[in-house]
C-alpha cells in the first residue's frame, strides 16, 4: 500500500470506531480534532511495521488508530490557555475555540481511555496476552513515564526551571514528548506481529532516533516555516523562551543533527525495504536541504 | 476487617503504588490530591465485595486503588477553573491552587492512565483475561459513555442546555456520573471473585441505587452541610442554577428519595451479612434522619 492508502485507512476507521452517540457535544469534540487532516505519521508507520514483519496489517487497525486518538489527546490538551494556548491546529481553530475549554478538557480525558477501549473492543486475531501487553505500553507511554513526563518538563523550561541541566533536560523532552509515541506506534507492531526480541529492539533505536529527529524538525519549522505549512502558529517557541534544539545548540547546528539522525534512521531501516519508511525519511531530508 | 482498617490500607498503597520520580512536579501534583484525607468510599467497597465473595481481598487492592485514581482525576478536573471552579477539596486547595492549572491537567490525565498501568503491574493471582476485562470495564466507566458522559451533561445543565428533559437528564447525570464509579468498583471486584451472572447482576443493582442515593445525598449536603462537614464549597450548586434533585423536586423529597434509595439496599445487601456495609448505609440514614 501507499502512504495515501494508509492514511485513507486510518481516517476511515477513527470515523468508524467513534460514532456520536448521546451526549453529542462531548463525542462532536472529541471527533472533531481527530477528524481534522494530519499526517497521520504514528499509525501510519504503526500498521506499516506490521506489514513489514509479514503480519496482516488489519490486525492493528485499532492499535493504531488508538495511538493516533492518544496523540490527539495530547494536541487538545496542549493548546488549552493553560498550557501552548494555540488559538490553531492543523490550519483550524483549536478544540477550545469552537467548544470552549470545560468541553475541551473532557474531550481529552475521553480519548484517553477510548484508546485503550477501542484496542479491547476492536481487535481481532490477538491473544489476551498481546492486547494485555499492547495496554501495558499505551498506559507507560501515555502517562507521567512518558508523554506527560515530557509535557511538564518542557513548560517547566518555558519558566527557566530546570532539575537537571539544559543539555539533558532538552533530551528529556525530546525522548518522553515526542519518540514516545513513535516508539509506541513501532513497539506495539512488534507485539502484534510477535517478533523476536532483537528485531524488537532494533526497531525500538529506530523509533527513538526518528522521534529524536522528528522533534528538532518540528524546532527548526517553528523558525522557518509558516502558518501556511504547518497548519499552526509560528515563531512561538522564540516568544516563550522555549528551550529546544534550535534555541539551545543554532539553527545550522539543527539542520545538521536532523540530518544525520535520519541518515542512522535509514542505516536501519533501508534492509526492511519499506517504501514507506522511505518517503517519510525522504520528506524530512528534501525538506532541510532546500533550506540549506 | 474494619472500615477504618480498609482505608488504612487503600491508603497505604496509594502511596506505596506511586512513587515520586523525575520529573518531581507531576508525581508531587498526582500524589498530593491523591493523598487528601478522604472517605475512600469506593475502593472500600471494591475490597468489601471480593472478601463478602470468598475471596482474599489482597488480590482487588491494585484495582480498588486504581478506581480510587480515577474518582481523583475526576476530583481535579472538576476544580478546574474553565469547569466548576472550586478552590477547595477535602478541606484543602484544590490542585491548581497549589501546582497551577496546567500541572493539574497534566496530573489528572497521568492519573488516568496510571490507573490501567497499575492494575497490570501491581495485580498477582488474576489471569490475563480477568485483567482485560477489569481494564475494559474501566475505560468504559472513565469515557464519553461514563464519567465523562455525565460530566459534561451537568456542565450543559448550568446553561440551561437539554437534549432530553429534566427528569431525564438529572437521571443520566446521577448514573454516569456518580452511580459508575461505585458500579464500577463492584463489577470488577466480581470479576476478581469470579462471581456468577446472577450475582453479579443483583451486586450491580445494589450499586446502580446507591450510587443514586449517595448523589442526592451530595445534593442536600450542598444545602444543609457546611465547609467544615463537606471540606469544598457549599451552596455552590443553588447559585450557578444547577439541575440536581433538590432544585428539581425540593429538599424534603431529595431526602425521602434517598432513605427509600438505602433502604433498597438494605434489601439488595442485608442478606450477605456485611457490617461494612451496613455502617456506610447506616451513616448516611444517620445523617439524613438528623435534618428531619
Given amino acids: 500500500m501507499m502512504m495515501e492508502e494508509l492514511i485513507k485507512l486510518v481516517n476511515e476507521k477513527l470515523d468508524e470506531y467513534l460514532e456520536i452517540?448521546?451526549?453529542?457535544?462531548?463525542?462532536?469534540?472529541?471527533k472533531y480534532t481527530l477528524s481534522l487532516k494530519g499526517?497521520?505519521?504514528r499509525p501510519v508507520m504503526c500498521l506499516e511495521t506490521v506489514r513489514m514483519l509479514g503480519k496482516n496489517l488489519e490486525t492493528a487497525l485499532p492499535t493504531a488508530c488508538a495511538i493516533e486518538m492518544l496523540h490527539v489527546q495530547s494536541l487538545i490538551h496542549d493548546d488549552l490557555p493553560c498550557m501552548d494556548n494555540d488559538d490553531y491546529r492543523r490550519g483550524k481553530p483549536s478544540n477550545h475555540k469552537v467548544f470552549g475549554e470545560a468541553a475541551a478538557v473532557l474531550a481529552g480525558d475521553a480519548l484517553l481511555t477510548y484508546a485503550p477501549q477501542t484496542i479491547i473492543e476492536k481487535s481481532t486475531g490477538l491473544t489476551a496476552e498481546q492486547i494485555l501487553k499492547i495496554i501495558h505500553e499505551y498506559t507507560k507511554a501515555a502517562g507521567a513515564y512518558g508523554l506527560i513526563g515530557g509535557q511538564i518538563v518542557?513548560?517547566?523550561?518555558?519558566k527557566q526551571h530546570f532539575e537537571k541541566d539544559k543539555e539533558e533536560t532538552l533530551s528529556y523532552i525530546h525522548i518522553h514528548k515526542t519518540a514516545v509515541l513513535f516508539r509506541l506506534a513501532i513497539k506495539t507492531a512488534c507485539i502484534i506481529a510477535a517478533t523476536n526480541e532483537e528485531t524488537t529492539l532494533e526497531l525500538d533505536e529506530f523509533a527513538l532516533k526518528f522521534g529524536e529527529a522528528f522533534q528538532i524538525y518540528d524546532d527548526i519549522m517553528d523558525e522557518i516555516s509558516t502558518f501556511e505549512e504547518m497548519g499552526k502558529t509560528i515563531g512561538k517557541d522564540k516568544q516563550a523562551e522555549k528551550l529546544t534544539y534550535t534555541t539551545l545548540y543554532g539553527l545550522e547546528n539543527a539542520i545538521s543533527k536532523c540530518l544525520l539522525?535520519?541518515?542512522?534512521?535509514?542505516?536501519i531501516i533501508d534492509k526492511y525495504g519499506s517504501e514507506i519508511f522511505e518517503e517519510i525519511l525522504g520528506k524530512i531530508e528534501k525538506r532541510l536541504n532546500t533550506r540549506k
Fill in 154 to 158: 518542557d513548560i517547566e523550561s518555558e
Fill in 39 to 41: 499526517k497521520r505519521l
Fill in 21 to 30: 452517540k448521546y451526549p453529542q457535544t462531548i463525542f462532536e469534540s472529541m
Fill in 261 to 267: 539522525l535520519i541518515k542512522e534512521c535509514h542505516d
